[in-house]
């Protein structure tokens, strides 16, 4: 039976690459903004078993029922790729505007902790799951002007180091990627000497398909950056 993966922020970038992919061997479950770039994704992915939703991520609501949703429709859930975020603006942290980084860290830390405790249950009973939450290198090394998008994305480091203890002993895996720089919509200019997604979802789809324990943490970075610890 093929496994069921859940994966945030589908329609662009890391997410988009991962899930055509992933579309032979696994069912999947697929979330985004846009509805226009999901019928684009959907129509990709011909063939394979696709359940998807467009919905602001940081509405808990809408977040909440997705999780049910994919629950009822695919009856379990065996790995969560929490692919959604975004960095609104950068500032020197004297400028930072208090409501862009309240809306950061809903986006890259509280939203991403709602998909697990969404789906974790799921994972308990079966005692198996995976969950990888794609970071940032700026976890890793400090750059100015990154003060919002380096909190919100620390905030959620800390907390995936922290489950990665509290499941490991229910066989559930907990995997953090820190790109570094990765050439997407993501990003206001395109900058060919920066990582293609596709690379990076390749690397998450071997830490899916590692057969032997867990693959705990990936870091990539383009040859072109000098912010390596």
Known sequence: MKKTVVITGATDGIGYELALLLKEDYQLALCGRSEEKMAALVE????????????DITDD??????????????????????????????????DIDLSQLRYML?????SALGMIQGLYPAMKVKKQGLIVNVLSSCCLFNNPMTGAYSASKDAMEGISKILLKEVKGENIG?????PGGVDT????????????????????KSCMENEEGCVHEIVVRPFVEDNIC
Request: glycine residues 2%; hydrophobic residues 35%; aromatic residues 10%.
């Open 44 to 55: 990709k992915l011909e063939g394979a078993q696709v359940y998807q939703e467009c919905f």
């Open 61 to 94: 609501e809408k977040r909440n029922a997705f999780c049910k949703n994919v629950l009822e429709h695919f009856k379990t859930v065996d790995i969560l790729v929490n692919n959604a975020g975004a960095n609104v603006k950068k500032d020197r942290v004297t």
């Open 106 to 110: 809903e986006l890259n830390c509280v």
């Open 174 to 178: 907990v995997c953090n990627v820190y």
């Open 185 to 204: 919509s993501f990003r206001p200019n395109p900058n060919e000497k920066y990582l293609k997604p596709k690379t990076v979802a390749k690397m998450i």
